[in-house]
């Protein structure tokens, strides 16, 4: 039998995985183990969403099949939403399709557009399903550092096309970033507009951390420019602005082409989220939207306990400005170990578990991200935990002597 499948073939080793068994084996022994290794949240949906969920249940017509490009009223929602948060017009029936979260919408996406030998420009580091979508597609990538790099990135991007043969098929961006928490602006997205435009490339755009932001400067949509929609399609979810991750509810909005793309593979491939679910979405979007303000605060706490206790305790890293994660720099005296056995000695010593930056790509080698999805108290306990690492290993004795 067969047992190196072409696609399997191309995925590489999972990274976390390594790290996963460690945790799983620690937990097993009956350690307590603080995991910010995962983007899960914690919170549950607010009661109007639940609400609704628990009376659309009882309809019998509603556990009949659903429909892959997903119910006309959640895609008007969707498109009331980009009207009131971007002032971007969405048509519901051609420019809007709902997915199975934004994750899976982009990997369907990618078998729709893309074909062995096409190239496709990817972030690193970045979301391992923005490159992974269109490895097991059959494509090549070719990497892109993030927007901090300034005027490289777009001197990487220049290079990328003149030099790749064929010219790419496509370029991924994803900000707010996971897992970097970096955030652009509009001048940013215009300048990679009209890049593309002029090359005839299209933009992949993963806004799924819209509204998890803390400084009050809400984060723009690649759809704001002018002539963005000729070239792009932005994906959103509903997982962390809503708390609903499990119940797998994204979208994918702008160019019709891509769209249509898009909805053809669907159409093979799956009959849409349950019916209750997307009504659910729908009461989300069009309801009450304090719930957001929650959201926003709860992890604004946690990011901000997080953040001062690692500093304090000698562990300096920086206070992202949006997302639900914390990217921070492994303290010098591990940096000659790798990230990765950093990793493992951190959640071997210190009971604490973290995702090793090489995980979202090579460039991620130095740095750990951390999940701002354990409450303030198990956080207080996490630093506690470092502080007696750090101090083990020969951390700043001044540094900790000052916090």
């Known amino acids: 039998m067969k047992d190196d499948f072409y696609r399997i073939r191309r995925l590489p080793p999972y990274v976390f995985a390594e790290v996963n068994a460690l945790k799983q084996a620690a937990r097993a022994k009956g350690d307590d183990i603080i995991d ?91 979301y391992p399903i923005h490159a992974f979508g269109f490895i097991i597609a059959g494509a090549s990538l070719r990497y892109l550092p993030t927007a901090s790099s300034g005027e490289e990135f777009f001197e990487r991007l220049k290079r990328a096309v003149e030099f790749s043969v064929p010219k790419p098929v496509a370029v991924v961006i994803n900000y707010p970033s996971n897992p970097t928490a970096e955030v652009v602006d509009l001048e940013f997205y215009g300048q990679i507009v009209d890049f593309c435009r002029h090359h005839g490339i299209y933009i992949l755009s993963d806004l799924a951390y819209a509204e998890v932001y803390f400084d009050g400067n809400p984060p723009p949509s690649v759809l704001q420019i002018p002539g963005a929609k000729d070239i792009t399609v932005e994906f959103t979810s509903m997982s962390k602005t809503y708390n609903m991750p499990g119940w797998r509810v994204g979208f994918a909005a702008g160019n019709k ?20 679910i997307q009504v659910a979405a729908t009461a989300a979007l069009n309801g009450p939207q304090d719930c957001i303000d929650d959201m926003r605060a709860l992890y604004k706490e946690r990011r901000d306990v997080l953040v001062d206790g690692l500093n304090a305790s000698g562990w300096k890293c920086p206070s992202p400005p949006a997302t639900m994660f914390v990217w921070a720099p492994i303290p010098d005296q591990f940096k000659e170990m790798g990230v990765m056995n950093f990793a493992k000695l951190l959640l071997q010593e210190a009971d604490v578990a973290v995702s090793p930056g090489v995980g979202f790509g090579e460039d991620g080698e130095g740095f750990v991200r951390l999940g701002l999805v354990e409450n303030t108290h198990r956080i207080r306990q996490a630093i506690r935990n470092i502080r007696g690492f750090l101090a083990q290993h020969g951390a700043d004795q001044d540094m900790l002597k000052s916090a």
């Open 36 to 126: 910010f290794g995962m983007g899960n949240p914690d919170q549950p949906p607010a009661p109007h969403i639940l609400e609704k969920m628990q009376e659309v249940l009882h309809n019998p017509r509603a556990h009949r099949y659903s429909t892959s490009r997903g119910i006309p009223g959640l895609r008007k929602a969707l498109s009331g939403y980009y009207e009131r948060r971007f002032g971007v017009d969405i048509d519901p029936e051609t420019e809007a399709i709902v997915t199975l979260g934004s994750k899976e919408g982009l990997a369907n996406l990618a078998t729709a557009i893309s074909s062995p030998g096409d190239t496709i420009l990817v972030p690193n580091p970045s």
């Open 257 to 276: 082409e891509l769209i249509a793309a898009l909805g053809r593979v669907k159409s093979y491939l799956d009959y849409g989220a349950f019916t209750p």
